[in-house]
């Protein structure tokens, strides 16, 4: 939903940002200085719906004492996205269309809200958590999905609204049927369920992205095989987005990255990029969301 005039927050109100991802969704209240008063997630059940979900925001939003110091929500979710809208168009992996996210969650909360793409806030947040000295930075999310961002000169890169969509890189594969239409995406081989998906395939074993990661631990060589592959496809990824964008810093985050070490051989064979890791607390779209609603006020 789009700020009126008349509903502009104070100058020391607290923003409400909320990160709606596939597995979890997560929330925090920051105050005017960007310090985090509160922290608070769960699991997103996006099978119940997207009505659903807000409810269940609202209740854990109340769980913070001072709650309605809130001044502005801003809500990051998978792409695409309409930002100006405020709707959520397509999220393939939870089988949302069309979603006005900001209108549910404003009438929920009795806030204004905003949005952004979660892949970009992801790369805002990484850029504030201690890279503010690099003139250009990209950041490769790889978890359930793999998304992305780039952040050039201190602003966030959308281009026409989904720019540095990194999981649909095309890679050298097994002529593998992407949801997004294209073949051999990089998100087929390289996120949790990419795996996943592949290990079933060849396994008929539904084994989540952590167990897959123990199987190769404890030497399985198929899900080896997968991890290894993910890296060549990532390491193919990283290679192209270098040769377009030359970025001064390549930054990984994700719950895959804790794989690295089973993906680094190949990953290293198919690029030159040295890969920096965001911090683990997979906080880095709240935070990514707090400056951008930040920037929005000036
Ligand atoms: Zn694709």
Redesign the pocket.
Known sequence: MARQANSSPRNDALSLCVDIGGTKTALAFYGADGGELFYDKFPTHAELGAERLVREIGVHVRRYGEWRRAGRGIVAAPGPLDARGGILLDIVTMGWKNVPVCDLLSRELGLPFSLINDCDAGALGVYHSGYEACPSLVYFSLSTGIGGGAVLGGKEYTGAGNAANF??IPVAGEELL?????RD?L??YASGSGIERRYLARTGNALGCAGIEAAARAGDALARQLFSEAGSALGQAAEAVRAVLDPACFVFGGSVCHAWDLMEEQFSRCTRVRPHFADASGKQVLLGAYHYGKHEME
Do not use: A, D, Y
């Open positions: 999981g649909h992407c949801g997004c239409g294209g995406c998100e087929l």
